[in-house]
Structures are given as C-alpha cells and as structure tokens.
C-alpha cells in the first residue's frame, strides 16, 4: 500500500501532463504552458515541453501574420492575380482580377486559361516555354474578357512549389491598354510632325529666296537650298547648321587669296 501511494504520488504529474496534453491535441483546451511542481526529472520534462510550446506558438503568430499579410494583398491588390497549375488551371482569382476579366471566382476556375487567353498563339507558346525553363515569365500579351473585348497586359508569371510538393503558379496581370494607346498616339503625332518637317523642307528649297534661321549666337538653326549653295556656298544643308555666316565668310577668303573682292 506505501508503494502504491508512492507511486502515485511520484507518477501524478505525468498523469496531469498526460491529460492536459489530451485535451490540448483534442482541441478542448488552449494551448498553455503545463505547470512545473517539481524539479526532477519530470519537473525537466515538462520544461522542455513548455519551451517547445512557446516556440510552436511564435512560429504560429508568425505564420498567422504572414497569411494575414499575404490575404491582405491578394485581396487589395490593383493588379490582377491568379493562382493556378502549370497547365492552365485556375484554382483562385483576387477581386482585382474578376473586376478586370467581368467573371466570378467559380467562373474562373471552371473556364482555365484558354478562355481568357490565346494559347495557340506564338508569344504564348514561347513563353510558357521560358517559364518552364527557367520558373518565370515577363512580358505582354492580349486578354480577352467575359464580353468579349480585348485588352493589352503586362504579365509576370512564376511557377513554385506547394507546401504538398504540388507545382503551382502565380500569374500577376496589368491593365496596360491605356498606356499603349498613348504610346501609339505619340507615334502618329511623332510622324505628323515629321511629315509635316519634311513637307516645309521641301517647300523652302524649291523657292528661289534664301530662307534661314539663327540662335541668338548667329549660328544657324535652319538654311534652304537657295541659301546654302548660292550665299554660303556649303555642299548641304547639313553642313551649315551649328555654323556662323562669318565661317563661311573666312572660308571663301581663303579659298580665293587673289581677290581682292574677298
């Protein structure tokens, strides 16, 4: 009987940590340090087991805030985002990305990418190359939306590995279609106004009259054929511009010393 209370006495510790980490793994209870009421062996143990505890509960904050981090930007981001497999699946969309392509998350993950993308194209089949050789993609490519138009995106795609050991990828999208149509309205306005150079140049150098302009140095900015080879006697207008009229006043002098009239 003294030996049955004894060890009950010396094993009651190891039966409340036994039932406290039962109703912890059960979920009935908070995970919590167990108490220490003796320093032996046992006393050790469970020390040991409550500075595991804690460093189990830092890492869970730390991967609580960082999923919060990571849902804060899936959902706030601008750009559109995909998660999906390499082979076109769609497993999830942010709100950007349904706003941008007028399709809900159940939609997208019905449809995959061959409807919102053509994947019989040559940049496409090129890039899904590159991506799987070397984990990543940048560049452009055309969109198509729910009602059918069409949009120019700038695309960042990278292939990663799940915590299962599962390829999956993550695909960025940019609206970039208003900045390609200012890019192509500069380049008509660039050719306007080249065409429109071109056009005076001609007119200037078809006309008898000596036409020119000047900096505020007296170089000149501008000289028409008339100018050019009967006043200053240069081969081309190219060679007068950054030039003075007394440059060329000096080479004439020298190119005739005999006379008088130079």
């Given at each position: 009987?003294?030996?049955?209370?004894?060890?009950?006495?010396?094993?009651?510790?190891v039966a409340q940590t036994a039932t406290a980490l039962a109703a912890m793994s059960e979920n009935r209870g908070p995970l919590q340090?167990?108490?220490?009421?003796?320093?032996?062996?046992?006393?050790?143990?469970?020390?040991?087991?409550?500075?595991?505890?804690?460093t189990l509960q830092r890492r869970d904050t730390e991967l609580r805030e960082s999923e919060a981090y990571?849902?804060?930007?899936?959902?706030?981001?601008?750009?559109?985002?995909?998660?999906?497999?390499?082979?076109?699946?769609?497993?999830f969309a942010n709100p950007a990305a349904t706003r941008l392509f007028g399709y809900s998350l159940a939609e997208f993950r019905a449809l995959g990418r061959s409807r919102i993308l053509d994947t019989d194209s040559p940049v496409f089949r090129e890039g899904?190359?590159?991506r799987k050789l070397t984990g990543n993609v940048v560049g452009e490519a055309v969109f198509t939306r729910r009602d059918g138009s069409t949009f120019v995106a700038e695309v960042d795609s990278v292939i990663f590995?799940?915590?299962?050991g599962e390829e999956r990828t993550i695909t960025r999208l940019r609206d970039i279609s208003a900045r390609k149509?200012?890019?192509?309205?500069?380049?008509?306005?660039?050719?306007?106004?080249?065409?429109?150079?071109?056009?005076?140049?001609?007119?200037?150098?078809?006309?008898?009259?000596?036409?020119?302009?000047?900096?505020?140095?007296?170089?000149?900015?501008?000289?028409?054929?008339?100018?050019?080879?009967?006043r200053l006697g240069a081969m081309n207008n190219d060679e007068?511009?950054?030039?003075?009229?007394?440059?060329?006043?000096?080479?004439?002098?020298?190119?005739?010393?005999?006379?008088?009239?130079?």
């Amino acid at each position: 009987l003294v030996t049955w209370w004894v060890l009950r006495r010396q094993l009651s510790p190891v039966a409340q940590t036994a039932t406290a980490l039962a109703a912890m793994s059960e979920n009935r209870g908070p995970l919590q340090a167990l108490p220490i009421v003796r320093h032996d062996e046992i006393g050790q143990m469970i020390g040991g087991f409550n500075r595991l505890l804690e460093t189990l509960q830092r890492r869970d904050t730390e991967l609580r805030e960082s999923e919060a981090y990571f849902r804060l930007t899936f959902e706030h981001s601008s750009d559109a985002l995909i998660f999906g497999t390499p082979d076109g699946q769609i497993e999830f969309a942010n709100p950007a990305a349904t706003r941008l392509f007028g399709y809900s998350l159940a939609e997208f993950r019905a449809l995959g990418r061959s409807r919102i993308l053509d994947t019989d194209s040559p940049v496409f089949r090129e890039g899904l190359t590159q991506r799987k050789l070397t984990g990543n993609v940048v560049g452009e490519a055309v969109f198509t939306r729910r009602d059918g138009s069409t949009f120019v995106a700038e695309v960042d795609s990278v292939i990663f590995t799940s915590t299962l050991g599962e390829e999956r990828t993550i695909t960025r999208l940019r609206d970039i279609s208003a900045r390609k149509q200012i890019e192509f309205e500069l380049r008509v306005s660039e050719q306007s106004s080249k065409d429109l150079a071109t056009l005076l140049r001609r007119m200037c150098d078809i006309v008898p009259d000596m036409i020119w302009a000047k900096d505020m140095g007296g170089r000149y900015i501008f000289s028409n054929e008339a100018n050019t080879r009967l006043r200053l006697g240069a081969m081309n207008n190219d060679e007068v511009i950054g030039k003075t009229a007394a440059y060329f006043a000096e080479r004439e002098r020298a190119a005739h010393p005999d006379d008088p009239a130079w």
